[in-house]
């Protein structure tokens, strides 16, 4: 506490994480805003990302989107991964921020380049629909693959469709069913209607070997699946 109150911005982070997270102190969200307010206004990111989630839930504080994506933009603007999919998002819905598709892209690029698995799929969805950037969908499957390979079932799923329909990759309805086979053990209910929709164009021979893939790219860490 004495290293917070003089102004230890790192204290001052821990403090609200402990008031947070009711470690060693009863919870309590408005002591947190307070604290992670002074953290924040030091420019430590994570404060500032944390402060934008309070406001962006109402905890501790009033509810407050304009507020919230204040906070999140400044997180976002020191790299903070999260924070810029969180204000892709709200670009892309409207929610804090005026609605405009063309910030949204950008701020998911921001955060897929650094890894983010969801801004990944959100950036793949924005180029395979054309909202934000210019319709392209071999750039769609590029960014849905990348998240599919970090093994999120959404993504697998359209990665999926992408290869049964030919999108932005030759057709192939084996890569079809082992990305909808993926998703469906992955939990995505959604792919095992697909699986079965695209087992029904394939010999059993193909739905062999389609299964044998599924295999392999999971026993690999998806680092093993053409």
Same mark, same amino acid.
């Given at each position: 506490?004495?290293?917070?109150?003089?102004?230890?911005?790192?204290?001052?982070?821990?403090?609200?994480?402990?008031? $947070?997270? !009711?470690?060693?102190?009863? =919870? &309590? #969200?408005?002591? /947190?805003? @307070?604290?992670?307010?002074?953290? +924040? %206004? *030091?420019?430590?990111?994570?404060?500032?990302?944390?402060?934008?989630?309070?406001? $962006?839930? !109402?905890?501790?504080?009033? =509810? &407050? #989107?304009?507020? /919230?994506? @204040?906070?999140?933009?400044?997180? +976002? %603007? *020191?790299?903070?991964?999260?924070?810029?999919?969180?204000?892709?998002?709200?670009?892309?819905? !409207?929610?804090?921020?005026? =609605?405009?598709?063309?910030? /949204?892209? @950008?701020?998911?690029?921001?955060? +897929? %380049? *650094?890894?983010?698995?969801?801004?990944?799929?959100?950036?793949?969805?924005?180029?395979?629909? !054309?909202?934000?950037?210019? =319709?392209?969908?071999?750039? /769609?499957? @590029?960014?849905?693959?990348?998240? +599919? %390979? *970090?093994?999120?079932?959404?993504?697998?799923?359209?990665?999926?469709?992408?290869?049964?329909?030919?999108?932005?990759?030759?057709?192939?309805?084996?890569?079809?069913?082992?990305?909808?086979?993926?998703?469906?053990?992955?939990?995505?209910?959604?792919?095992?209607?697909?699986?079965?929709?695209?087992?029904?164009?394939?010999?059993?021979?193909?739905?062999?070997?389609?299964?044998?893939?599924?295999?392999?790219?999971?026993?690999?860490?998806?680092?093993?699946?053409?």
């Amino acid at each position: 506490m004495p290293a917070a109150e003089q102004g230890h911005v790192k204290a001052q982070y821990n403090l609200a994480l402990m008031y $947070d997270n !009711g470690e060693g102190v009863t =919870q &309590d #969200y408005a002591e /947190a805003v @307070k604290w992670y307010r002074k953290a +924040a %206004e *030091q420019g430590h990111a994570k404060a500032q990302f944390n402060l934008g989630e309070r406001y $962006d839930n !109402g905890e501790g504080v009033t =509810q &407050d #989107y304009a507020e /919230a994506m @204040k906070w999140y933009r400044k997180a +976002a %603007e *020191q790299g903070d991964a999260m924070a810029q999919n969180i204000l892709g998002w709200a670009y892309n819905y !409207g929610q804090g921020v005026t =609605q405009n598709d063309a910030e /949204a892209a @950008k701020w998911y690029r921001k955060a +897929a %380049e *650094q890894g983010h698995v969801k801004a990944q799929y959100n950036l793949g969805n924005g180029y395979r629909r !054309g909202k934000g950037v210019t =319709q392209d969908y071999a750039e /769609a499957q @590029k960014w849905y693959r990348k998240a +599919a %390979e *970090q093994g999120y079932a959404i993504a697998q799923n359209n990665l999926g469709a992408m290869y049964y329909s030919g999108e932005g990759v030759l057709q192939d309805t084996i890569a079809a069913h082992m990305w909808f086979n993926i998703a469906a053990a992955n939990g995505h209910k959604n792919a095992v209607k697909n699986r079965d929709i695209a087992a029904d164009k394939l010999s059993s021979s193909g739905v062999e070997e389609a299964q044998k893939r599924a295999k392999r790219c999971m026993a690999s860490g998806y680092k093993d699946c053409d």
